[in-house]
């Protein structure tokens, strides 16, 4: 019975002090200095299992190339009216916020109520193909636990529905 008690009491420990190291900022990482589009491709996707692209299949011998492939997003009519209705659909994600934006890129950090966890998501309009494509990734982790996948899907389906 002390055991349980002694392991409970250690356990609630640790979550404590792991909340208190998330809201005072520790675990949001370095936002990176290499993002943004170069050459028409947005950054790979990380070398952990913590990331999404619409552009993995530009990197075929990536490690992780079949984790990280998603979809782009995909338009039509007019471009600035899918950006806009996309910067909208971002804005409006709990804990996002837009770091910069042109006509065809979008730069958000999303971060995490409780632990505070930083993500860095990317939009760029290809407007050659009528897409929008799409690199979310985790800054610190080895895994992400489909939060990137999901977010994307989020805005997916809400940009869809616009």
């Known amino acids: 019975m002390k055991v349980i008690w002694f392991v409970s009491l250690l356990l609630l420990v640790i979550a404590a002090v792991l909340l208190l190291v998330g809201q005072l900022g520790m675990l949001k990482g370095t936002a990176p200095t290499d993002l943004g ?20 299949n530009l990197y075929p011998d990536h490690p992780q190339n079949n984790y990280a492939a998603i979809p782009p997003l995909a338009y039509q009519g007019d471009s600035k009216a899918a950006m806009a209705r996309l910067l909208s659909v971002v804005q409006a994600q709990p804990g996002t916020v837009i770091v910069s934006q042109t006509d065809t890129y979008i730069y958000a950090q999303s971060t995490t109520r409780l632990l505070r966890f930083t993500d860095d998501v990317e939009f760029w309009l290809d407007l050659s193909k009528q897409t929008i494509h799409v690199r979310s990734a985790s800054r610190i982790g080895r895994k992400d636990f489909g939060v990137n996948r999901q977010r994307v899907e989020t805005i997916r389906a809400q940009f869809n529905s616009n």
């Open 37 to 56: 589009v170069k050459e028409g491709r947005l950054k790979p996707p990380a070398r952990t299992p913590n990331s999404v692209s619409s552009q993995a």
